[in-house]
């Protein structure tokens, strides 16, 4: 049974940092990529990261230079290192295992806010 849990959302003041985490289980994390995604209420789920499981890394537009994802294969897990936090970034953040097929994390939450 595949698993993926995110953790280490929270409420952060503009300007600050976070590190996300998903550990994957029930899978070879080292064969699968790995995608950050984020939610809003009302909103579409938006790419916001990934990972490849070479190690090739793609970002959307509007993080880049911020936040950074990486991965640690021996330990099967996943980063979201986000930095500089703008208000904008509040959200649901989920990652995602993709390969043969396609698993989701139940997400963390990520609050921007003075």
């Known amino acids: 049974q595949v698993q993926l849990v995110e953790s280490g959302g929270g409420l952060v003041q503009p300007g600050g940092s976070l590190r996300l985490s998903c550990a994957a289980s029930g899978l070879v994390f080292s064969f699968v990529s790995i995608d950050w995604y984020r939610q809003t209420p009302g909103k579409q789920r938006e790419l916001v990261a990934g990972?490849?499981?070479?190690?090739?890394?793609n970002y959307a537009d509007s993080v880049k230079g911020r936040f950074t994802v990486s991965r640690d294969n021996a330990k099967n897990t996943a980063y979201l290192q986000m930095n500089s936090l703008k208000p904008e970034d509040t959200a649901v953040y989920y990652c995602?295992?993709?390969?043969?097929?396609?698993?989701w994390g139940q997400g963390t939450q990520v609050t921007v806010s003075s």
């Open positions: 995602n295992a993709r390969g043969s097929r396609m698993y």
């Open positions: 990972i490849s499981s070479g190690g090739l890394t």
